[in-house]
């Protein structure tokens, strides 16, 4: 009777459960999406009961899809979107207020206030390795206790918990028996020290958040807790929990220094793994924890892009361009070769190396002989030049990929992977299975079950489906990025 791991792979835009088999191939998924809102100028929330039942739907789902006796699952790992904020009342599991996106920026003008105090500003770099800003939780927190009637009392009191989208999930699955996060997910809370691995009792002042809110870091290897039982018909133990970007390296087998992986979803997120020594970025970049094993914390240098897919998304939805996101390579080769356009997608700020929050999105070099494959295919180039972004203040701050491996949804886009390739003048490498978030989270589950041995098994397990190799030169590539560059100063507020 074959045995598997269960990933729950909670998104931007929707939850899904995947079964692995113990080789670490995908062999059965469901999904489900959930609904996100805009109730204001650059607010973004989810209900957090819509969250959780799209989750427990997806994971009977998959289990039935499969036709498997629950049994079969050994393990359970989780990722999920980093920085999204919630908080719920610990006695009736109740959250207090929707889900504030890691994409929304209500706190920019309380990170503005914060931000004259130069000492605090690098107190927060030095200890956590993020930078003040409304994309972390912190002042998510913050808003939610200051602007919710009787949440500061009730969070005084110690009647609240925090908790990012895979500390809620733990907390649900376990019906309120654990309050658990990992390293992973604690580093991106703005709260936490990377270097002590432990809760910052001077931001924690600094923000007015009390520490009986937080919930305890564990490894990205770990025990989390079983869940109960009449959720999913047995108690599965939750071995593996990891944010998304660091699953996505971890599932991508980025275990030595200098390997790297960019994930293209509905934001982009290139991350360069650093080894056991934190680097400090002179470029805006982000220091954070890669995973954390045995406790040892492995680092990783971040560059964090806001609009990826949902820049696809817009064209899809907002012009209404396409009905399709598969529309978007056809229209694209259909493009003229001399195109001039370009779409500067800030449409809830400018993410690394620029932290640019009032920066808005522009279309820029439009002519009358611009049409809807002109547009198209800037929307995706503009994926590729932030890429560019951060692979040059990467450089610049003494940390070269070694190699680049993708994943994501947009990286099925051969035009795009292409061009990718041609404008970081670099070979990208697109694995046989794309699921590397999700199969991160497994690998972190099966290590801890005992089912995986050590890192270089994993490592083995990884296959090259296609390296896209780069067809610019140098000067063709160097003129390109200029014209970005040029685009984006046009559109900067800082």
């Known amino acids: 009777m074959q045995n598997y791991i269960l990933a729950i792979d909670q998104g931007t835009t929707s939850s899904r459960a995947i079964l692995f088999s113990l080789d670490g191939k ?3 998924i469901a999904q489900q999406e959930f609904s996100q809102s805009y109730p204001d100028d650059g607010w973004v929330e989810h209900d957090p009961e819509e969250i959780w039942q799209s989750v427990l739907k997806t994971c009977k789902d998959v289990i039935v899809e499969a036709q498997i006796d629950v049994s079969q699952v050994v393990s359970i790992g989780i990722t999920n979107q980093r920085e999204t904020t919630i908080v719920w009342d610990k006695k009736t599991g109740k959250t207090l207020y929707p889900a504030i996106v890691w994409q929304d920026r209500r706190t920019s003008s309380i990170c503005k206030q914060f931000s004259e105090d130069s000492q605090l500003v690098e107190h927060i770099t030095d200890t956590t390795g993020l930078l003040l800003d409304p994309y972390f939780c912190a002042t998510k927190i913050k808003w939610i206790l200051d602007n919710v009637e009787g ?21 649900r699955l376990t019906k309120g028996r654990c309050h658990y996060t990992d390293a992973t997910n604690a580093s991106r809370t703005m709260l936490f020290d990377i270097h002590k691995q432990q809760w910052d009792p001077q931001l924690l002042k600094t923000f007015d958040i009390p520490q009986s809110i937080l919930p305890t870091v ?17 108690a599965i133990p939750i071995q593996g929990v990891a944010g998304d970007q660091q699953a996505a390296l971890f599932g991508q087998t980025c275990f030595k220094k200098g390997m790297a992986k960019t994930t293209y979803g509905t934001g982009c997120f290139m991350v360069l793994n650093t080894g056991l020594t934190p680097l400090k970025s002179h470029n805006r970049l982000l220091t954070t924890v890669a995973y954390r094993l045995n406790g040892e914390t492995t680092y990783a240098l971040e560059g964090s892009i806001f609009m990826a897919g949902a820049t696809i998304q817009w064209l899809r939805d907002g012009l209404q361009l396409i009905k399709e996101a598969s529309e978007t390579e056809s229209l694209a080769k259909m493009a003229s070769p001399n195109n001039s356009v370009f779409l500067v997608p800030a449409f809830t700020g400018l993410g690394a190396p620029y932290w640019d929050p009032d920066a808005r999105g522009a279309i820029l070099g439009l002519t009358r002989d611009t049409g809807i494959n002109e547009i198209v295919a800037a929307g995706l180039q503009s994926v590729c030049y932030q890429s560019k972004d951060l692979q040059k203040a990467m450089e610049s701050d003494g940390a070269r990929a070694t190699n680049l491996r993708v994943d994501g949804g947009m990286v099925k886009n051969d035009w795009l992977m292409g061009f990718l390739a041609d404008i970081l003048g670099a070979e990208v490498d697109r694995p046989e299975i794309t699921e590397t978030t999700a199969l991160g989270a497994a690998y972190l589950a099966g290590l801890q079950a005992g089912i995986y041995k050590s890192l270089d098994e994993l490592s083995a397990q990884w296959r090259c489906e296609h390296t896209f190799t780069p067809r610019f030169s140098k000067q063709e590539r160097d003129h390109a990025y200029s014209l970005w560059q040029q685009a984006v100063n046009r559109i900067r507020c800082d």
């Open 26 to 28: 995908p062999c059965f």
């Open 218 to 234: 564990l490894d990205s290897a770990d025990e989390f807790g079983k869940t109960n039982p009449t959720l999913l018909g047995k």
């Open 151 to 171: 949440a500061r009392e009730k969070a005084e009191s110690g009647l609240l918990a925090f908790g990012t989208v895979d500390t809620f999930l733990i907390w």
